[in-house]
């Protein structure tokens, strides 16, 4: 079988190009693997899995736990992923490149508002339920988000970095649940950068989530927080910032329903951040979380 790279993000495209460096298997999964140099983070996915901004696609589908069966490290570059048996994944003649940051329009406030409120009441009713050890520190990650929103908003710097160390590395697995809501909260930083705002500058909050995250959770995760704090997030939650600020309803409803594929609450947790950090940011008078509403 043929396979080819139809895809990539741009960060990854000088690894791909040029001189050919080592990288390990870190992990893998049906559609996905991560690769890394520890210097630098590769995800090589298959068709219809999640793009990350430092992604690779394959243009066919294959399970990547066959590809990389007793595969411990390859190398990168030449244009080609070439394995130790000689078999190799080069770059295709049709292959796109594509920038995981996201180009967006000015909204309107009231509408970016609404729209954003109304998706926390529509994930509140899809609580992750997959993984158990999720549910024993979901609760109290999403009232420390809420502190943390509300530092952000009313400028005080030393509480963001307390309640941002508080969530790094919070939960199980390669991104825990802490770490997905501070790159939804990026990414709504993300959004908020496109009006002037005297009082906050949006960009820096965003870099010092990054900052302060990184050195506190898993080197995979660490890596998608600093391309977050860069403006660098995955393609479908770039097509999501684009919605929010369209307020497109109908577009966000079915995105939706992709990013909550992605892992056990990685999706749901990116996409309460972002929505739950814009609904306090453009009205931090807010009262009561409203999380508690749906936790019963």
């Known amino acids: 079988m043929l396979l080819q790279v139809d895809l990539v993000a741009s960060p990854i495209s000088p690894l791909m190009k040029g001189t050919p460096q080592t990288f390990r298997v870190a992990a893998t999964y049906p559609r996905a693997a991560y690769l890394t140099d520890t210097a630098h983070w590769i995800s ?12 690779i696609r394959i ?26 048996d000689e078999r190799r994944l080069s770059i295709s003649p049709r292959c796109r490149h594509w920038n ?17 409120c109304q998706m ?5 009713v899809t609580l992750p339920q997959e993984d158990p050890s999720v549910g024993l520190v979901l609760h109290s990650a999403l009232s420390i988000f809420d502190e943390l929103t509300r530092a952000l908003a009313n400028g005080h710097q030393s509480e963001v970095i307390t309640h941002t160390r508080h969530l790094a590395g919070l939960g199980p697995g390669l991104t825990p649940l802490g770490d ?7 990414l709504a930083l993300t959004i908020l950068a496109q009006e002037p705002a ?21 080197a995979r995760s660490a890596a998608w927080l600093r391309q977050a704090g860069n403006g660098e997030f995955a393609r479908e939650l770039a097509a999501l910032a684009h919605a929010l600020c369209a307020a497109n309803a109908r577009l966000i409803g079915r995105l939706l329903k992709r990013i909550l594929t992605i892992g056990s609450s990685s ?6 951040g972002v929505s739950r950090a814009l609904c306090l940011l453009l009205d931090h008078k ?3 979380p409203l999380w508690h509403r749906g936790a019963g």
């Open 267 to 272: 999706g749901w947790a990116t996409a309460y």
């Open 286 to 288: 807010g009262g009561r």
């Open 44 to 55: 090589l996915v298959v068709p219809g899995a999640s793009l990350p901004p430092d992604g």
């Open 198 to 218: 005297p009082d906050h500058d949006w960009l820096a909050l965003r870099g010092l989530l990054a900052r302060i995250a990184a050195p506190a959770t898993t």
């Open 100 to 116: 995981p940051k996201p180009r967006l329009t000015r909204s309107c406030r009231q509408e970016l508002h609404a729209a954003a």
């Open 120 to 124: 926390v009441e529509d994930l509140l």
């Open 180 to 186: 997905d809501l501070l790159l939804g909260c990026s």
């Open 59 to 84: 243009a066919t589908p294959i399970d990547l736990r066959v590809l990389f069966s007793h595969v411990d490290e390859i190398r990168i570059g030449n244009g080609a992923l070439a394995f130790p």
